[in-house]
């Protein structure tokens, strides 16, 4: 063991001893974020890994190979339409931070687009001192002359917002400035904004989001802006949307219960609110006159039922005063789910999954009826389909991809039916002799749980191939067959077996296929998770010694659990941005608000079945664990350090090997620019290689 690991160990071990007797938990001290004391730690634990890992020559190449991919110049550049203008945020070896540039769409349509640049972060950041990092754009849609732009310093979800004219390229003097904070902003007119922000200290949920909604004139303190609606701060917050439809501007609030339950409410033009009586589990849009439902659950209304994962629409109006009368424009089928849906000028655009595969079905509203259509895609693979201006035409990207072949932009013209290919992404790594293919694990409740497999055509069954699942199982997130430069190039190429698990809890199949993991049935999922793990070895494609995991945030979680519940089936885990320590995360940064996904610890019966689980209250002092590299960030301001912090110090308490790497930027998503990214890559896929295939 490294020297310096000893010394820590010995420390550890002191510490555990000392302040055991005082407290049950001893590493509470970890939870203070940029504290003297835990950055000392993190440093120390910073340079094991760094040691260790950064030593090994396949670090180097696999950080110089994704550097080389995150920096390439041949990458689609993801566009949104504003006006006359294709906007689109730009990072490379030049642009460290990043550049928000525009261009005509004709000029994106070429081989060689003209851009130009409308803000440079890396100057603001040089400017101010401040390491910003760009968090988006809000731009005001009436005429597409004034923006607010989204900045955090560091990466974290606390944001400014500042107002920026998108004639001049400057900031506005004097205009709509909000401070850092989780803050949410839109524009009703080019003078008026509608707010979810903390001028008061009261403005917060308990889950770090706003609670209030405030109208805000120009020219006037956002504390004496009006407010129209407010909710109980034990509720996740509240958030807002501005938009056009045919009445004029329409002002909406989503008043977020819980992660999955919502109340939605109009505003008025006297300002009084006026509810949209759906199911508080359901989904809204706005579509011409229609307000679309997508249900999360079974609707009942008079002797018909409409179930979960169905879409239907209504006349908005008529629904408003009373009227229950609906179109179904998706009824959903055993393994075709509808992932989610976007608004051309004329068309609803479905974006389904047909056993976990892209397909996309077009909308088109005639007179009271709906006229279907279905563009094609892969049998196996990826398609997603995003209006470009939902104002102003038919016209779709359409997107797709799959394990190995990368993704592909066109430009779909849903009047037409012309589809003009636009972009493809470059091939980042060498694909010959490579096969992609599904497969199916038997959970223990008998449940088949699908997962993908991209490997070499020839592999040899017997049990030694280096092999790594990622899953994630939370939220309706789906895991899609999609092309990856990073595990391409860091993974595949290499000769190891990549798994994408597609476990309940995700969105795979639709709502229903996440909430056979909520809360107490979360367990489904884990046990989901190690079929998967037993099918793959089963198989004869690797073995316990050579059988990797990987999962961030929720699946950071998931990994955790795996770690503590089923070491004898991994030999390395690969632990992101982690959710470990169940039973105080409701207590850490934004964790109140996933309560409806995981259950509240205040709660005796919750708590009960939360603990039978969490990770950092399960490590057994004699567990035979496999080595475990947690990765996670001083600036997560979402998902708190602490629990990657107190799950290593624990660990070290009890004697058991692992590697830690805390960036000091990154937020949520580990990493704040392209060297960081590919520093934190290069590290966990060194990481697996050196425990896997050694």
Same mark, same amino acid.
């Given at each position: 063991?490294?020297?310096?690991?000893?010394?820590?160990?010995?420390?550890?071990?002191?510490?555990?001893?000392?302040?055991?007797?005082?407290?049950?938990?001893?590493?509470?001290?970890?939870?203070?974020?940029?504290?003297?004391?835990?950055?000392?730690?993190?440093?120390?634990?910073?340079?094991?890994?760094?040691?260790?890992?950064?030593?090994?020559?396949?670090?180097?190449?696999?950080?110089?190979?994704?550097?080389?991919?995150?920096?390439?110049?041949?990458?689609?550049?993801?566009?949104?339409?504003?006006?006359?203008?294709?906007?689109?945020?730009?990072?490379?070896?030049?642009?460290?931070?990043?550049?928000?540039?525009?261009?005509?769409?004709?000029?994106?349509?070429?081989?060689?687009?003209?851009?130009?640049?409308?803000?440079?972060?890396?100057?603001?950041?040089?400017?101010?001192?401040?390491?910003?990092?760009?968090?988006?754009?809000?731009?005001?849609?009436?005429?597409?002359?004034?923006?607010?732009?989204?900045?955090?310093?560091?990466?974290?979800?606390?944001?400014?917002?500042?107002?920026?004219?998108?004639?001049?390229?400057?900031?506005?003097?004097?205009?709509?400035?909000?401070?850092?904070?989780?803050?949410?902003?839109?524009?009703?007119?080019?003078?008026?904004?509608?707010?979810?922000?903390?001028?008061?200290?009261?403005?917060?949920?308990?889950?770090?989001?706003?609670?209030?909604?405030?109208?805000?004139?120009?020219?006037?303190?956002?504390?004496?802006?009006?407010?129209?609606?407010?909710?109980?701060?034990?509720?996740?917050?509240?958030?807002?949307?501005?938009?056009?439809?045919?009445?004029?501007?329409?002002?909406?609030?989503?008043?977020?219960?819980?992660?999955?339950?919502?109340?939605?409410?109009?505003?008025?033009?006297?300002?009084?609110?006026?509810?949209?009586?759906?199911?508080?589990?359901?989904?809204?849009?706005?579509?011409?006159?229609?307000?679309?439902?997508?249900?999360?659950?079974?609707?009942?209304?008079?002797?018909?039922?409409?179930?979960?994962?169905?879409?239907?629409?209504?006349?908005?109006?008529?629904?408003?005063?009373?009227?229950?009368?609906?179109?179904?424009?998706?009824?959903?089928?055993?393994?075709?789910?509808?992932?989610?849906?976007?608004?051309?000028?004329?068309?609803?655009?479905?974006?389904?999954?047909?056993?976990?595969?892209?397909?996309?079905?077009?909308?088109?509203?005639?007179?009271?009826?709906?006229?279907?259509?279905?563009?094609?895609?892969?049998?196996?693979?990826?398609?997603?389909?995003?209006?470009?201006?939902?104002?102003?035409?038919?016209?779709?990207?359409?997107?797709?991809?799959?394990?190995?072949?990368?993704?592909?932009?066109?430009?779909?013209?849903?009047?037409?039916?012309?589809?003009?290919?636009?972009?493809?992404?470059?091939?980042?790594?060498?694909?010959?002799?490579?096969?992609?293919?599904?497969?199916?694990?038997?959970?223990?409740?008998?449940?088949?749980?699908?997962?993908?497999?991209?490997?070499?055509?020839?592999?040899?069954?017997?049990? *030694?191939? &280096?092999?790594?699942?990622?899953?994630? !199982? /939370?939220? %309706?997130?789906?895991?899609?067959? @999609?092309?990856?430069? $990073?595990?391409?190039?860091?993974?595949?190429?290499?000769?190891?077996?990549?798994?994408?698990?597609?476990?309940?809890?995700?969105?795979?199949?639709?709502?229903?296929?996440?909430?056979?993991?909520?809360?107490?049935?979360?367990?489904?999922?884990?046990?989901?998770?190690?079929?998967?793990?037993?099918?793959?070895?089963?198989?004869?494609? *690797?073995? &316990?010694?050579?059988?990797?995991?990987? !999962? /961030?945030? %929720?699946?950071?979680?998931?990994? @955790?659990?795996?770690? $503590?519940?089923?070491?004898?089936?991994?030999?390395?885990?690969?632990?992101?941005?982690?959710?470990?320590?169940?039973?105080?995360?409701?207590?850490?940064?934004?964790?109140?608000?996933?309560?409806?996904?995981?259950?509240?610890?205040?709660?005796?019966?919750?708590?009960?079945?939360?603990?039978?689980?969490?990770?950092?209250?399960?490590?057994?002092?004699?567990?035979?664990?496999?080595?475990?590299?947690?990765?996670?960030?001083?600036?997560?301001?979402?998902?708190?350090?602490?629990?990657?912090?107190?799950?290593?110090?624990?660990?070290?308490?009890?004697?058991?090997?692992?590697?830690?790497?805390?960036?000091?930027?990154?937020?949520?998503?580990?990493?704040?620019?392209?060297?960081?990214?590919?520093?934190?890559?290069?590290?966990?896929?060194?990481?697996?290689?050196?425990?896997?295939?050694?």
């Amino acid at each position: 063991m490294n020297p310096l690991r000893v010394t820590l160990l010995c420390l550890a071990l002191m510490t555990s001893s000392a302040l055991a007797g005082s407290e049950s938990d001893p590493f509470l001290w970890l939870e203070d974020v940029a504290g003297e004391k835990p950055l000392q730690w993190v440093e120390a634990r910073n340079q094991i890994a760094l040691a260790e890992l950064t030593s090994d020559p396949r670090y180097e190449e696999i950080r110089d190979d994704l550097l080389e991919i995150y920096n390439s110049r041949d990458r689609i550049p993801s566009v949104t339409r504003y006006g006359d203008h294709y906007y689109n945020f730009w990072q490379d070896d030049v642009h460290v931070r990043g550049i928000w540039r525009r261009c005509t769409p004709e000029s994106y349509a070429s081989s060689e687009p003209v851009w130009e640049t409308v803000f440079d972060v890396d100057a603001l950041a040089e400017a101010e001192g401040i390491s910003w990092v760009w968090q988006g754009a809000v731009v005001q849609d009436l005429d597409y002359s004034r923006a607010l732009l989204v900045l955090s310093e560091g990466g974290q979800d606390a944001s400014e917002y500042r107002e920026f004219d998108l004639h001049t390229l400057e900031f506005v003097e004097d205009g709509f400035q909000l401070p850092s904070g989780r803050n949410r902003a839109d524009w009703i007119d080019r003078d008026t904004l509608m707010v979810g922000a903390f001028p008061r200290d009261d403005d917060a949920t308990d889950s770090g989001y706003p609670r209030r909604t405030r109208i805000w004139q120009r020219g006037t303190p956002i504390e004496a802006a009006a407010i129209v609606h407010e909710i109980d701060a034990k509720k996740t917050g509240a958030f807002l949307s501005v938009s056009n439809n045919t009445s004029g501007r329409q002002r909406r609030i989503y008043e977020a219960i819980s992660s999955h339950e919502i109340n939605y409410w109009l505003i008025e033009d006297d300002l009084t609110l006026s509810k949209i009586e759906v199911p508080t589990r359901a989904d809204i849009a706005f579509f011409q006159d229609q307000l679309l439902i997508e249900l999360k659950s079974d609707w009942t209304i008079g002797d018909t039922t409409y179930p979960i994962g169905s879409l239907v629409s209504t006349h908005l109006a008529d629904f408003q005063a009373g009227k229950r009368e609906f179109k179904v424009l998706f009824d959903p089928e055993p393994r075709v789910s509808l992932e989610s849906f976007t608004l051309t000028r004329n068309y609803v655009v479905l974006n389904l999954l047909d056993n976990v595969n892209g397909r996309i079905r077009a909308l088109q509203r005639v007179v009271d009826d709906w006229k279907t259509s279905t563009l094609n895609t892969s049998a196996i693979g990826n398609a997603s389909a995003r209006a470009v201006a939902s104002d102003l035409n038919d016209e779709i990207f359409l997107t797709t991809s799959n394990f190995l072949e990368p993704s592909n932009l066109s430009l779909a013209d849903l009047t037409t039916g012309e589809i003009t290919k636009l972009k493809q992404t470059p091939t980042y790594f060498n694909k010959t002799g490579l096969a992609m293919t599904q497969h199916e694990a038997t959970a223990p409740d008998g449940t088949k749980i699908p997962y993908f497999q991209v490997s070499r055509a020839d592999l040899k069954l017997d049990g *030694t191939n &280096p092999t790594l699942v990622y899953g994630y !199982g /939370g939220f %309706q997130v789906s895991m899609k067959p @999609g092309y990856s430069g $990073t595990w391409g190039r860091s993974w595949l190429e290499r000769g190891g077996v990549y798994i994408l698990a597609n476990i309940r809890g995700g969105g795979e199949f639709g709502p229903q296929w996440h909430q056979a993991a909520l809360k107490e049935k979360r367990q489904t999922s884990w046990d989901d998770f190690a079929a998967i793990g037993e099918d793959v070895i089963a198989r004869g494609v *690797t073995s &316990p010694q050579h059988l990797g995991i990987m !999962g /961030g945030s %929720q699946g950071g979680l998931l990994v @955790g659990v795996a770690y $503590t519940q089923r070491p004898d089936l991994w030999g390395a885990v690969v632990c992101q941005v982690p959710l470990l320590d169940m039973l105080r995360y409701h207590k850490l940064l934004a964790g109140a608000s996933w309560t409806g996904e995981y259950g509240d610890p205040e709660i005796p019966a919750e708590r009960d079945f939360i603990a039978t689980y969490s990770p950092y209250q399960n490590l057994d002092e004699h567990g035979d664990y496999p080595r475990i590299l947690f990765v996670t960030s001083t600036h997560d301001d979402r998902v708190h350090p602490a629990h990657a912090r107190k799950m290593a110090a624990r660990l070290e308490s009890m004697g058991h090997d692992f590697l830690y790497w805390e960036n000091t930027e990154g937020g949520h998503g580990g990493a704040a620019n392209n060297a960081e990214r590919a520093q934190l890559w290069a590290l966990s896929f060194t990481f697996l290689w050196r425990e896997l295939a050694e």
